[in-house]
């Protein structure tokens, strides 16, 4: 069984650093690119960043570029976003997705809060 | 960056009930690179629909996609009460890779 599970979500002031974990499990790992999608309380989806399977490739949001940096251990069967600079904006669910543009199996989130 | 339209945003129906929900496109989307995902609050999303037409693993043929460069439409038979949750279409032609704002199917 497919099974993606975040964590090092929390509460962060504004201007801080978060690192989320997406710990992958029932497939072979790197086969597979994964992304970073989130989702603000009571909004819709939004595409975050990609990897894809050996990491030699990577894409960003405009609205995340240059502050957050997607990475991947695929000894450790584990997807990570190194988030920088946080803004009051970033406040959401973080969702680990498998695939690059698709995902087919998604985790049940993390929840980020950037508050002063 | 492609945005998504869907309409309408809330539908009340009944269970039993068929419904047509609809994506529109501002640009082309590339190669028909259009998913459709269902959504409970509070849960992950579940993937549906890829390609515009082709269902996921494990999805009933209720469930069917069509469409085609800038208008696409997710169709549900039979609406049962587990289908009342949000629905979201995704293209991924063209980074960055857009959502649609979302349809919530509401128990009339």
């Known amino acids: 069984e497919v099974q993606l599970v975040e964590s090092g979500g929390g509460v962060v002031r504004p201007g801080g650093s978060l690192r989320l974990s997406c710990a992958a499990s029932g497939f072979t790992f790197d086969d597979y690119g994964m992304s970073w999608v989130r989702q603000g309380p009571g909004k819709g989806l939004e595409w975050v960043s990609n990897?894809?399977?050996?990491?030699?490739?990577?894409g960003y949001a405009d609205s995340v570029k240059g502050r957050f940096t997607i990475s991947r251990d695929n000894a450790k069967n584990s997807l990570y976003l190194q988030m920088n600079s946080l803004r009051a904006e970033d406040t959401a669910f973080y969702f680990c997705a498998r695939g690059t543009v698709v995902g087919d199996y998604w985790g049940q989130g993390t929840l980020v809060t950037v508050s002063s | 960056e492609i945005v998504l339209t869907q309409s309408p945003g809330t539908l009340s129906l009944s269970p039993g009930e068929g419904v047509t929900l609809s994506c529109r496109a501002s640009q082309r989307v590339r190669s028909n690179y259009l998913a459709w995902y269902q959504q409970k609050p509070g849960q992950a999303p579940r993937l549906l629909i890829y390609g515009a037409s082709y269902r996921a693993t494990g999805i009933p043929d209720r469930f069917s996609g069509s469409g085609s460069g800038t208008d696409f439409t997710l169709t549900i038979s039979r609406l049962e009460p587990d289908d009342f949750r949000v629905y979201y279409c995704q293209q991924y032609g063209s980074p960055p890779y857009t959502f649609g704002q979302g349809t919530k199917l509401e128990i009339k």
């Open positions: 990897i894809n399977w050996n990491g030699g490739s990577t």
